[in-house]
């Protein structure tokens, strides 16, 4: 009985605590609740004052608007070409990168990191310039290669796979060694199995980054069919109008792959940044 007493005023005691983080969470997920009925809302109900915050009558008209208005499913597959394939080879670069500042000592091993590390200080506005007149003399200007492999190293996540890393017993390599397994064969059976949640941390983080993206693509590109998602929905703020009802519904078709995603992924993306966390 006084067991039970205790626990009822520790769960007492943390009600305030869980009711405020509870208000956080709603104030963060209003703007995002709002633009989901505002998708099913039709445009004169969505620009009206006072503003509604349920629509009065639900309708498809804005998703029929996008479809017409701009080639979405090309733009879709632009963008999943664009995330999974920055993302595939993401794992894999970064991962390998990781492993041998883990695993392998080799001179100049510490200052190679840090300077890794420094290009995170670095923004991406300072370098899109040199960057761009590299990719166009690579001749992948307007390309998928030019959309991808300037986006497949990051430093940070090269830091967090590092971190994943060192907290695996090198003595396991070692092992692995004795039995006559490759090094690739290591890394790759051994290894990566060990950091799975690192790693599905960095696939969610770098699909949502890719998919998200507006800046390069818009810089790398100049046919419309090599447009991504986010590039296709900017189309729909015009220099004096914006059309509200058709952004919201593109906007909430974008949302939904990054959120199905998140929530299949969520266990392994928090465990993945706690260990990054801790070991980093």
């Known amino acids: 009985m006084y067991k039970k007493d205790v626990q009822?005023?520790?769960?007492?005691?943390?009600?305030?605590?869980?009711?405020?983080?509870?208000?956080?969470?709603?104030?963060?997920?209003?703007?995002?609740?709002?633009?989901?009925?505002?998708?099913?809302?039709p445009e004169k109900e969505i620009i009206s004052w006072p503003p509604t915050f349920f629509p009065a009558a639900?309708?498809?008209?804005?998703?029929?608007?996008?479809?017409?208005r701009i080639h979405i499913s090309r733009y879709i597959l632009n963008s999943v070409i664009y995330a999974g394939g920055t993302t595939l080879l993401a794992?894999?670069?970064?991962?390998?990168?990781?492993?041998?500042?883990?695993?392998?000592?080799?001179?100049?091993?510490?200052g190679?990191?840090?300077?890794?590390?420094?290009?995170?200080?670095?923004?991406?506005?300072?370098?899109?310039?040199?960057?761009?007149?590299?990719?166009?003399?690579?001749?992948?200007?307007?390309?998928?290669?030019?959309l991808i492999i300037p986006r497949v190293a990051v430093a940070g996540s090269?830091?967090?796979?590092?971190?994943?890393?060192?907290?695996?017993?090198?003595?396991?390599?070692?092992?692995?060694?004795?039995?006559?397994?490759?090094?690739?064969?290591?890394?790759?059976?051994?290894?990566?199995?060990?950091?799975?949640p690192a790693?599905?941390?960095?696939?969610?983080l770098s699909i949502n980054g890719s998919w998200n993206d507006l800046l390069w693509p818009m810089i790398i590109t100049s046919r419309t069919q090599m447009r991504t998602l986010a590039n296709g929905l900017a189309l729909f703020i015009g220099q004096n109008t914006i059309e509200y009802g058709a952004a919201f519904a593109g906007a909430l078709i974008s949302l939904l792959p990054m959120f199905v995603l998140y929530m299949i992924g969520q266990k392994y993306f928090v465990e993945g940044m706690a260990g990054a966390g801790l070991k980093g």
Request: net charge positive.
């Open 8 to 41: 009822l005023k520790s769960k007492i005691a943390y009600l305030p605590v869980f009711l405020f983080l509870v208000f956080l969470a709603v104030l963060v997920l209003l703007p995002v609740i709002w633009m989901v009925f505002s998708a099913f809302k």
């Open 112 to 146: 190679l990191f840090l300077l890794t590390l420094a290009t995170m200080m670095v923004p991406f506005q300072v370098i899109m310039v040199p960057l761009f007149l590299v990719v166009f003399k690579m001749g992948m200007y307007d390309s998928y290669w030019g």
């Open 58 to 68: 639900l309708t498809l008209e804005n998703f029929v608007a996008v479809q017409n």
């Open 199 to 204: 790693a599905i941390t960095l696939m969610i």
């Open 158 to 196: 090269i830091f967090m796979m590092r971190a994943a890393f060192a907290g695996i017993p090198k003595e396991l390599a070692e092992a692995a060694r004795i039995d006559g397994l490759s090094e690739f064969g290591i890394f790759w059976r051994i290894m990566m199995p060990q950091v799975k």
């Open 91 to 110: 794992v894999v670069v970064n991962s390998m990168a990781g492993y041998a500042y883990a695993f392998y000592e080799f001179k100049g091993k510490t």
